[in-house]
């Protein structure tokens, strides 16, 4: 069982715009900032944001983040079918057991 | 280039004892943490613990404290991972990443390509 819950899935069609949540509480999203990464099938993990909404150089516009309270938004616009892959979201738990976090992931097939 | 490489997969049975490592090249490794990352076949990505090479200040998670050791060698610019005796629920893909910050700012930023653990008798 995750910290941050994520829906297991979503699906969108090709062109169309997606978001995916990330819930969690006071003492994670509610304090820290939330990132978010992209896991292709068969690869490994890669930054999409940073500090809620920030993009890392070489990742479309396309990729988006706001977080409101305890909660976290993934926004993809524009869906491609290279986009199918799972994403999960990460912050830091301030909790007395400090630390990393990720949410469960989240699976997007672009129909 | 700015990378992580990581060990190559390895094969072992239970109780026998492993280490796999992580090593960084293109930036200063003694600025950066460096992470390490569970991801069971099918699962999710699971935060096991941090250390930062420019002291070795450590960081476990509690589900992995006790389970495994996080070290590093700033002298080779190295991360390890090691298991003292091996369970057939350790078989994982393991990633090492980097991360500039610990707390409030915390994400990783450069991960390596994982090194593939199989447990079995």
């Known amino acids: 069982q995750s910290v941050l819950t994520q829906p297991p899935s979503v699906s969108a069609a090709p062109g169309q715009k997606v978001t995916i949540s990330c819930s969690g509480s006071s003492s994670n999203i509610g304090n820290n900032y939330v990132s978010w990464y992209q896991q292709l099938p068969g690869t490994a993990p890669k930054l999409l944001i940073y500090e809620n909404n920030k993009r890392p150089s070489g990742i479309p516009d396309r990729f988006s983040g706001s977080k409101s309270g305890t909660s976290a938004t993934l926004g993809i616009t524009g869906l491609q079918t290279g986009d199918e892959a799972d994403y999960y979201c990460g912050t830091w738990d301030s909790s007395l057991s400090a630390g990393g976090v990720f949410g469960g992931g989240t699976k997007l097939t672009v129909l | 280039e700015v990378q992580l490489v990581q060990s190559g997969a390895e094969v072992k049975k239970p109780g026998e004892s492993l280490k796999i490592s992580c090593k960084g090249s293109g930036y200063s490794f003694t600025s950066y943490w460096i992470g390490w990352v569970r991801q069971m076949p099918g699962k999710g990505l699971e935060w096991m613990g941090i250390?930062?090479?420019?002291?070795?200040?450590?960081r476990y998670s509690p589900s992995f404290q006790g389970q495994v050791t996080i070290s590093a060698d700033k002298s080779i610019s190295t991360a390890y991972l090691q298991w003292s005796s091996l369970k057939a629920s350790d078989t994982a893909m393991y990633y090492c990443?980097?991360?500039?910050?610990?707390?409030?700012?915390?994400?990783?930023?450069?991960w390596g390509r994982g090194t593939l653990v199989t447990v079995s008798s």
């Open positions: 990443a980097r991360s500039q910050w610990l707390t409030v700012y915390w994400y990783f930023d450069l």
């Open positions: 250390i930062y090479p420019g002291d070795s200040d450590t």
